[in-house]
Each structure stands twice: as structure tokens, then as C-alpha cells.
């Protein structure tokens, strides 16, 4: 028996190696023989192979090179006795002489088999391993049952960051690269999720001519649920704006696909206008908190005029007409930013925001935004964003 300190000392080793080890083709392989060098003097194990289901069968796709092992089932059914009763136990010492799996043989002394379970949201494998006379239950049972917790939590967890990643390429890829170069405006716009994905949306659009056409929004909640919406709102604004549809109409529109949605999070606020000559700017604000114009110094709201998408089957919603002057600058922003607490719990608010604009309304949109960014970020200590945070700057030149 191994003494009880040095066996957890290895053991946490071991679960260590999993943790770290690179990741790759080859990675279960490196930890077969790892389980083997960590282990196999004390507790009496070795030869180690690895089968990986392929449909109805386990293939052999790692074997000890070790001599005096003759290893003669490469493929084993599914269906099979010995197969079913190590995926039912997930760990299983086959200590019945006449029950085996893979027909395991080794010179010179006995031995039986025992094998794990290993899993992965796409894939499943087996290890499997010879006791050699001298081994104890309870060391066998312990140690294999957390080498297979620690390996199925490592293959599920780099899933799952996969999978996060590409919704990750998968939002960015949505959310505009650039502003668009419009003659006679200059245009900016930033988000920063909570997660690695987020619920915040903007969109420019450019339908034709010298007119164009913006957008801000904020489905509830954060993470991969309100990045799915926020993508169903720029997907449906990009396919109702490409059919030159009246503004009030696309918005009902997509107010009833929202309501209709079977998301955990369906509730949307959005602001949405369209530019056209001279600074004449109609919109829609659904809920939205009410984007900031500034023009010599006075700040004017653009006041809601409809509730958030996605509450009811059928909105009413009006559309609202206000100009922009020349050297008037225009704030879009989510509450992300003016929600944002300090060390004491107070938050930001709109008149910091304010007063962030008004200290760097000679700059260009692009430093605008990252000046409201950087002082919303040090007022909470630069510490992680607890709601998602976007802005759009518009400014009219002279």
C-alpha cells in the first residue's frame, strides 16, 4: 500500500499535468503515459491503451510499446458486454477471470484489465489498463475516478471555450468593423461586453446617396442569450433596411419576431434614426436611454417614444424629427456606461457623461468615445464590467 501523503502528493501532480498540458492531437496520449510513469510502480498498473468510439465500434488508437503485450481486439463493438459495463460504471476493474475486454495477455504473471470512461461534448474514449498482482481496490478506484473528473472537466471546458470563441468571431463579425466615411460628419462606435459575448448592439447603414442610417441597442441581460438577440435585431434592420421599408414598419415588424422568440432574453431597447440632408435626423427610440445632443454647450435628450421590443405582440411607435447643426455633436450609449458603480456603489450617470463629452468636444469622434470609455473605466477601478457598454459618436463638421 502507498503511504497516504506521498499518494495525494502525486496525485495532485498528476491532475495538475492534466490541467496544463497543452492541449493537441496528441494530448490523451501524453496522459496515458503519464498515469503509467505517475503511477504505475505503486499501485500496480500499466500497458496502457486507448480505444475512441467510431460509430458502433471502439478503435485502438494508442497501445504500450512495451514488450511481452500481445493486444488482439483493435475494434470492439459498442454493444458489447464489456464495453457496456465500463460506460454504465464509467470505471470498471474487470476482476471476473472470464470476463475481459480487448483480450489483454501478458507474460509472466497475472493481470486483468480495468478501464475509464473519458468524454468530450463531440467524443468518447476508453482507457484501459493492466493490474498486475498486488493491487489495492480502493487506491485503484480513487485515483482512476479523479484522473476521469479531471480529464472529461478539461476536454468539456476547452469545448466549451471553443465553441464561446467562435461566438465571439461570430458577434465581432456583426458589429461594424469601421464607421462609414460620410462627407460632412465624422463617425465613431465601440462596444465592450461584460462576457465574451454581449447583448449590446450598433449598426451603420448606408441604403444610398449622401443619407444614412444608425443604430443602438441593448437586448437584456448579457452573455451568449442576448448575443443571440442582438444578432437577430442586426440581421432583421439589415434585411428591412436593404428593402427600403418604411422605418415605423420595420420596427413593428421586428417587434413581433422578437415577441415571438423562444430566448430566455427577448426584451430590446433600441435607437434607431436615419440622416438626411442638412442634419435633418428622423428616429425611432424604443426604450433606448435617450442619446445626448450637444451644440454650444446646451445638451438636448431624444426622448423615448416607444417601450422596448419584444413586451407585447404590436407597439405603437411614432417617429420623432430633430436637426443636427453644424459643429453639433450627437452621443448614442447604452446604460452599461452610466450604470457603472464605483468602490461605494454610486454610478456614473448620464451628467459625468456629460461633462466627459463637453471637456473633449474638440476631438474627433473616435476620441470621444475613448474618453468616455477610459473615465467610466477608471471611475469603477478598472475593474470588470459587470453590463455591457457600447457607444456611438456622430459629430456634424463644419
Known amino acids: 500500500m502507498i503511504e497516504p501523503k506521498e499518494f495525494y502528493r502525486k496525485l495532485d501532480s498528476l491532475l495538475n499535468k492534466i490541467g496544463q498540458e497543452k492541449s493537441g492531437k496528441d494530448f490523451l496520449f501524453i496522459i496515458g503515459k503519464e498515469i503509467e510513469k505517475t503511477f504505475g510502480k505503486e499501485l500496480r498498473l500499466g500497458n496502457g491503451r486507448i480505444y475512441e468510439q467510431n460509430g458502433d465500434e471502439f478503435i485502438l488508437i494508442y497501445a504500450s510499446s512495451k514488450p511481452g503485450i500481445v493486444t488482439t481486439a483493435k475494434n470492439i463493438p459498442t454493444k458489447s458486454e464489456a464495453i457496456q459495463s465500463i460506460l454504465n460504471s464509467q470505471t470498471y476493474i474487470f476482476d471476473n477471470p472470464g470476463f475481459s475486454i ?6 509472466g504473471e497475472y493481470a ?4 475509464i470512461t473519458v468524454t468530450s461534448p463531440n467524443s468518447r474514449w476508453i482507457f484501459v489498463f493492466e493490474l498486475k498482482s498486488g493491487w489495492i481496490r480502493e487506491e485503484i478506484e480513487f485515483c482512476l475516478n479523479a484522473v476521469r473528473s479531471s480529464l472529461n472537466y478539461r476536454l468539456f471546458s476547452e469545448s466549451v471555450k471553443s465553441d464561446l470563441e467562435q461566438a465571439v468571431q461570430i458577434q465581432k463579425s456583426l458589429l461594424p468593423l469601421k464607421a462609414p466615411q460620410t462627407s460632412g460628419y465624422d463617425i465613431a462606435g465601440y462596444s465592450q461586453p461584460a462576457e465574451l459575448v454581449g447583448g449590446d448592439l450598433f ?3 448606408q441604403p444610398g446617396g449622401e443619407e444614412f442610417g444608425f443604430c443602438i441597442g441593448d437586448a437584456s441581460g448579457h452573455g451568449i442569450p442576448a448575443a443571440l ?8 434592420l439589415r434585411m428591412g433596411i436593404e428593402k427600403h421599408m418604411k422605418m415605423v414598419h420595420t420596427l413593428k415588424k421586428l417587434n413581433s419576431v422578437i415577441y415571438r422568440s423562444a430566448y430566455s432574453t427577448r426584451f430590446v431597447s433600441l435607437f434607431y434614426a436615419e ?3 442638412k442634419g435633418n435626423l428622423f428616429y425611432v427610440n424604443a426604450g433606448h436611454p435617450a442619446p445626448l445632443l450637444f451644440h454650444n454647450n446646451k445638451v438636448t435628450a431624444l426622448e423615448t417614444s416607444g417601450i422596448v421590443f419584444g413586451a407585447v405582440p404590436e407597439i405603437d411607435l411614432s417617429r420623432s424629427f430633430i436637426n443636427l447643426p453644424v459643429g453639433s455633436i450627437l452621443v448614442l450609449f447604452s446604460d452599461g456606461i452610466c450604470e457603472r458603480q464605483n468602490i461605494r456603489g454610486e454610478e456614473f450617470e448620464i451628467e459625468r457623461l456629460k461633462k466627459v463629452v463637453l471637456q473633449n468636444q474638440k ?9 468616455i470609455f477610459q473615465a467610466a473605466d477608471e471611475f469603477g477601478s478598472k475593474k470588470k464590467w459587470k453590463d455591457d457598454a457600447t457607444a456611438v459618436v456622430i459629430k456634424r463638421l463644419k
Request: hydrophobic content about 45%.
Open 229 to 236: 438577440m442582438a444578432r437577430d435585431v442586426i440581421t432583421g
Open 363 to 371: 476631438s474627433n469622434s473616435d476620441a470621444i468615445i475613448k474618453a
Open 203 to 205: 449598426d451603420f447603414f
Open 112 to 115: 486483468i484489465p480495468v478501464a
Open 275 to 277: 440622416m438626411e440632408e
Open 102 to 107: 480487448g483480450d489483454l495477455q501478458s507474460e
